[in-house]
């Protein structure tokens, strides 16, 4: 094990085949990545004891936490192995990250199934003698934790999906646990009554070889980005690197001019072009047959984990010399597939709901009477309150941006006063938060959005910015 200390200026860590024959070996990072599905259920068992909740609830939770809501890298179901899919993608719809939570039930034992409904898909595990739901993608469950809610039971009862309440639902603080016109719909779904066990194809997959091959005097790069979160994985070859390249994340382009033979096929760039992998086929490895000059391999990486600290402990075991040293110089910017500031930002405004429910919103009042803006001020006044992080400076600064904001929104979506309050209203108090959120943090596009969201009302005239909050 070498520990690598990393300050601002370094971009990552990299390990080194400077030999003249291949390298085989196995990897670890702090002890978080790659993770394996042993590692995975460990984890869960591990908390579970620790805090006295279900093993089923926790790994509800933990997939959850490394999962994100995103267009799918494939619509294929080759990625579906937890292992391939949190610590390469991270990204999907609704039956990618059920099927995930699935596979893990199943090695930890539990009998469990993917569940298709009529426009959305969920996890069920049979636990405490029942049906147990757990939806990874709208962060959610119905009931506590002596009673969760089946499929069957949701269909029967769809205003418990209608009207979220701390009796029918978790507290992971999102769109859906609160009344809105996300949960209005979803609980239409429910109310259906359609659903099929799709367990067979989502779950027909297998996870890549664990074992790391690197090519004669090649590099293999692990970049962070901002949080110490994982950019993406690179590996670079020159033109005595010619062999086989096994990496245990999902490759997603080449650059150089270059051979390669991959599943029988083979691929070349005779002009510096970019390569894009078909996401549709599963590309377990790479085998370099010609390089001129150099080439670079770019590998996905989950970009919600975080792996990275000040001081890192990077285990490799090899009966080969693989030198370790901190990337100072990252090389050409990397492309990524999924848009990383919305995806913190999503985050991020998810996390603070709970915050602000807890100082604010479990207090905020309807409007009822008076004048809107009277009442916008009042409200707000109790929201800033909530920020412990502004001074008396910055908070006076912020009360006198609410109305000139107030109107301009009014204006952007076509709406009365009347109309603004009564849709506040209708869905109160989420609207209110991600309005206040769009004047907290001086740029609308991103959260009025997500206020668009809530309260079902689809305009095209708000921007499709994102936030930068500091």
């Known amino acids: 094990m070498k520990k690598l200390v990393l300050d601002s200026s370094d971009s990552g860590i990299q390990l080194e085949n400077n030999s ?3 390298a085989y070996f196995k990897l670890k990072i702090n002890d978080k990545f790659p993770l394996s599905i042993n590692e995975m259920i460990n984890e869960i068992k591990a908390i579970s004891a620790k805090s006295n909740v279900s093993e089923e609830l926790v790994a509800w939770s933990y997939v959850s936490g490394r999962t994100f809501y995103s267009k799918p890298y494939t619509l294929n179901n080759w990625p579906h192995h937890p292992e391939i899919f949190v610590n390469s993608l991270g990204g999907g719809l609704c039956d990618d990250v059920s099927s995930v939570l699935v596979y893990l039930y199943h090695a930890m034992g539990y009998k469990a199934r993917v569940v298709g409904l009529n426009g ?3 996890a069920e595990v049979f636990a405490h003698n029942k049906w147990e739901m757990f939806d990874v993608d709208h962060r959610i469950y119905y009931g506590h934790s002596n009673h969760i ?3 069957a039971e949701l269909s029967a009862h769809p205003n418990w999906v209608a009207n979220p309440s701390q009796n029918h639902t978790n ?19 429910y109310a259906e009554g359609l659903h099929t066990d799709d367990t067979e194809w989502h779950l027909n997959t297998k996870h890549f070889n664990d074992t790391l091959i690197l090519p004669p005097n090649s590099i293999l ?3 962070k980005a901002n949080h110490d979160n994982l950019k993406a994985a690179i590996v670079r070859v020159g033109q005595n690197s010619l062999g086989k390249i096994q990496i245990p994340l999902v490759p997603y382009y080449a650059t150089g001019t270059f051979q390669f033979s991959i599943n029988d096929s083979i691929f070349s760039s005779k002009n ?3 390569l894009w992998f078909d996401p549709n086929v599963r590309l377990d490895s790479i085998v370099i047959q010609e390089i001129i000059g150099t080439a670079q391999i770019v590998y996905l990486t989950n970009p919600v984990l975080k792996i990275f600290g000040d001081t890192n402990f990077v285990r490799v075991r090899s009966s080969q010399n693989i030198a370790l040293r901190k990337v100072k110089e990252p090389g050409n910017p990397v492309k990524t597939f999924y ?5 913190r930002a999503e985050n991020l405004f998810d996390s603070l709901i709970a915050v602000v429910y807890r100082n604010y919103l479990v207090n905020s009042k309807p409007y009822t009477s008076g004048g809107v803006k009277d009442y916008l001020k009042n409200e707000f006044q109790q929201y800033l309150k909530s920020d412990t992080s502004l001074d008396k400076e910055q908070s006076d600064t912020l009360k006198t941006e609410l109305i000139s904001q107030y109107n301009s929104l009014r204006e952007k979506l076509g709406l009365s006063e009347q109309n603004f309050i009564d849709l506040v209203n209708e869905y109160h108090p989420l609207p209110l938060y991600y309005f206040f959120c769009s004047v907290r943090y001086g740029k609308q596009g991103f959260i009025l959005h997500k206020w668009l969201e809530t309260i079902g009302l689809k305009k095209d005239t708000i921007s499709g910015e994102t936030i930068n909050p500091k």
């Open 20 to 22: 003249d024959t291949t």
């Open 120 to 122: 959305h898909v969920v």
């Open 149 to 151: 809610a089946s499929v």
């Open 171 to 189: 507290q992971r603080f999102n769109l859906y646990t609160f009344r809105t016109n996300l949960s209005k719909a979803l609980s239409d779904i």
């Open 221 to 223: 790069q692990f970049l």
């Open 272 to 274: 510096g072009d970019t």
């Open 339 to 343: 848009k990383l500031d919305y995806i």
